[in-house]
């Protein structure tokens, strides 16, 4: 039923699916923080994670409140997190990127663990506040895969994590990131299956206007644009995180890769191709 702290499991599908890596990384500039169920690959120069995985076992899935009791995480210095001064006295919300009830399962205790263990500032990220359909469509993914690979011990591995971009607009000593990617693994049979998403929040602005309106106000927070949820290849994630994702590029379900659309716009759950 797992155990606590245990981590990502890479095994956990059957088979075996490693925690995606930063390609070209500096040395020493990422560390992996184990938690129940779940790991984040935290960049600790971007303060965000670069990478988070979670195994959810949706037939053991624990129905628990939720907190809010966000809290620095203990295994690195604070200076290495986006911390909660990110998200005071403004309108940005701290945007959980391993989803606080995905790791919620198995036993009680271990369930309350993984419960806790979400709300650590290296699984959080600044997105725009208040929800609009494409956010609840892109907070809803995962519930959406797993039900289609009910049929196959409905057991999904999820990696999250923001586009780190070096041209993120600067806000309290950080960047903010303007898009995440998220993809989705599962087995059928003997087979990994894979599935690839990103969700943009970039302001509809041009850079000239960004960096004008920023300037008009001290502490201003960058005016981030509406959510947009896009199912995309596997390999454009991969790309365009500069993450490793080893097998799951192959495994993509929008086939060979001549026969990928470059992305498509998801308006609701029938758009989502699996």
């Known amino acids: 039923m797992g155990e606590i702290g245990a981590g990502y499991d890479e095994d956990f599908l059957g088979v075996a699916v490693p925690l995606p890596q930063v390609t070209d990384a500096p040395p020493g500039r990422h560390v992996v923080l184990d938690s129940t169920h779940f790991s984040v690959l935290l960049d600790t120069v971007r303060r965000f994670a670069a990478v988070t995985g979670a195994n959810v076992d949706g037939s053991s899935l624990l129905d628990l409140p939720r907190d809010d ?81 009910e049929a196959t011990d409905a057991r999904i591995s999820v990696f999250t994590a923001p586009v780190l971009r070096p041209t993120d607009p600067e806000y309290r000593s950080i960047r903010v990131p303007l898009s995440f990617w998220k993809v989705v693994a599962w087995a059928s049979g003997d087979a990994l299956v ?24 001290s502490d201003a927070v960058p005016p981030l644009g509406p959510f947009r949820t896009f199912q995309v290849p596997v390999a454009d994630v991969a790309a365009v995180a500069g993450v490793d994702l080893g097998d799951l590029v192959g495994a993509d379900v929008l086939g060979a890769p001549a026969l990928r659309p470059r992305r498509i716009r998801l308006e609701s759950f029938d758009d989502v191709v699996l």
Do not use: C, I, K
């Open 69 to 149: 009791d966000w809290r620095l995480d203990d295994r690195v210095p604070a200076s290495a997190q986006a911390g909660p001064e990110v998200y005071l006295r403004n309108d940005l919300d701290r945007g959980h990127l391993v989803r606080r009830r995905d790791p919620v399962w198995g036993a009680p205790d271990v369930a309350a663990q993984a419960n806790a263990d979400t709300f650590t500032y290296p699984n959080a990220a600044p997105q725009a506040s208040g929800f609009n359909q494409s956010r609840e469509l892109w907070l809803g993914l995962e519930d959406h895969v797993l039900a289609f690979a």
């Open 194 to 217: 894979s599935a690839a998403f990103l969700l943009d929040q970039t302001p509809q602005l041009n850079a000239d206007e960004l960096a004008r309106r920023m300037g008009l106000v």
